[in-house]
């Protein structure tokens, strides 16, 4: 006879429907505080190195540099010598700004379309402006995108602490809290993405070196055909390496949020659960991009509806034939680009003065938005990573590592304790000190 418990049993063994919960995850306040700091400090960091404008735009045909690099990467001296002496000037992190914008549109309303090569080729097109910028703007680059790192280190650690705790125990830690905890582990968020990174480049030096070694007339190609083997293995690890820092990137700041160890625990971890269980990290990495894209989506309709609701009504109240509103707001509205705001230009000083207030406005709400995408990401891999950690080390979801000051039980900090999973044929006994877990 069929046990009565059977069904929710099966129900709970389904782990993939709790990605579900990153949407309730991601509109807690606290994580879009968080975000929403990060997104100001990176905004005003680019703004700032912005006033060195060095990107060269066309006049005739507002075409970027960038945009012409991912149409044309081997025609990029054409381009400078056509353009490059009369053209005006932007900035790099505006240049970036819109051109990902637009690319993350498009991606987005693509999949809805299940036009995947179309999402692949945006997706594509993001990469190749990251490296128009390490190639043209290398100085740039690297003090920007050391500050995005910095930034995002600070806030992603402390969403991907909150979700964790959230996801884990039900815990609701405060914005301080959580930020305490990154600060404590920012050497770890910080390492952890460049750790691959600094593997690659060790073991393309090997190769590199023995590129150099091939120069030395007659022994030189003997040398290189002799050690061709290892060079071989080198350039496989550096493809097993590239693969799994791909794959498994978005795991890596849950790991030190879950785990609370160093950089490379984080990322032999999620190293170790992409190449063990591969189609199901793909499985609930589909589902999390398919879920992701219909709560942006439901996001933006709520933006828009806002500001064409308080639009339409200031045309009521105002009155004039809607002049001072025009002066003050002249964005059109639509669902497409609802958060599109201009630079405005009132007549006298009040209607400056407001104009600049409506603009700042918009862009808050501009930010809130973008600050949504970025707690859905760190809270639906947050789940992500608990889940494969399930499936992987057969670790229970409630398992966290906390630190003993936090809890206020110890002066020092103690490693996490597994929680014991009793069966069946166990008999129940007095909890013991030693299996608590802090």
């Not at 500050?147 to 909150?162: E, N, P, Q, W, Y």
């Amino acid at each position: 006879m069929l046990d009565k418990n059977e069904p929710s049993q099966l129900i709970d063994s389904l782990l993939f429907p709790k990605i579900f919960q990153a949407f309730r995850m991601s509109i807690q306040p606290s994580k879009l505080i968080i975000a929403f700091l990060a997104v100001a400090a990176i905004c005003l960091v680019g703004h700032i190195m912005d006033l060195n404008k060095t990107v060269v735009k066309s006049e005739q045909s507002e075409l970027t540099e960038l945009q012409f690099y991912v149409a044309n990467p081997d025609q990029m001296s054409g381009y400078f010598e056509v353009y490059g002496k009369q053209a005006q000037r932007t900035g790099v992190f505006s240049t970036l700004w819109h051109f990902g914008t637009e690319r993350f549109h498009n991606a987005v309303y693509s999949l809805f379309r299940f036009d995947i090569p179309a999402v692949v080729a945006s997706i594509a097109d993001c990469f190749k402006a990251i490296a128009w910028a390490i190639r043209y703007h290398l100085v740039y680059s690297i003090i920007f995108f050391a500050v995005i790192l910095a930034v995002t280190s600070l806030a992603g650690g402390a969403i991907c602490r909150i979700a964790a705790l959230q996801f884990a125990r039900g815990e609701k830690p405060g914005l301080t809290e959580a930020l305490r905890f990154s600060t404590k582990k920012f050497t770890s968020f910080f390492t952890t993405p460049l750790a691959p990174i600094g593997i690659i480049l060790a073991i393309g030096f090997f190769i590199f070196l023995l590129g150099l070694v091939g120069n030395i007339p007659w022994a030189g190609e003997l040398v290189v055909g002799i050690l061709m083997p290892l060079a071989l293995f080198a350039g496989a690890l550096i493809a097993a390496i590239l693969v799994g820092t791909v794959a498994g990137f978005n795991l890596m700041f849950p790991a030190v949020a879950y785990e609370g160890e160093d950089c490379y625990d984080a990322v032999s971890r999620s190293f170790s659960y992409v190449y063990s269980k591969p189609w199901r990290m793909c499985f609930y990495t589909a589902i999390a991009v398919v879920y992701g894209a219909i709560c942006y989506l439901f996001i933006r309709l709520f933006a828009f509806l806002l500001l064409w609701v308080t639009h339409r009504f200031l045309q009521i109240g105002i009155l004039g034939a809607n002049q001072k509103l025009a002066a003050i707001w002249p964005t059109e509205l639509s669902f497409i680009k609802p958060l599109n705001p201009t630079t405005f230009t009132g007549g006298n000083w009040s209607e400056t003065i407001s104009a600049f207030l409506v603009y700042v406005f918009l862009l808050a709400i501009l930010a809130l938005v973008v600050s949504f995408v970025i707690t859905f990401y760190f809270s639906v891999n947050t789940i992500i990573y608990a889940l494969m950690r399930n499936k992987v080390d057969n670790t229970a979801l409630d398992d966290i590592y906390t630190y003993s000051d936090e809890s206020g039980t110890d002066t020092t900090a103690s490693e996490p304790q597994p929680n014991k999973i009793q069966t069946d044929s166990e008999t129940p006994s007095a909890p013991d000190a030693s299996s608590t877990v802090q």
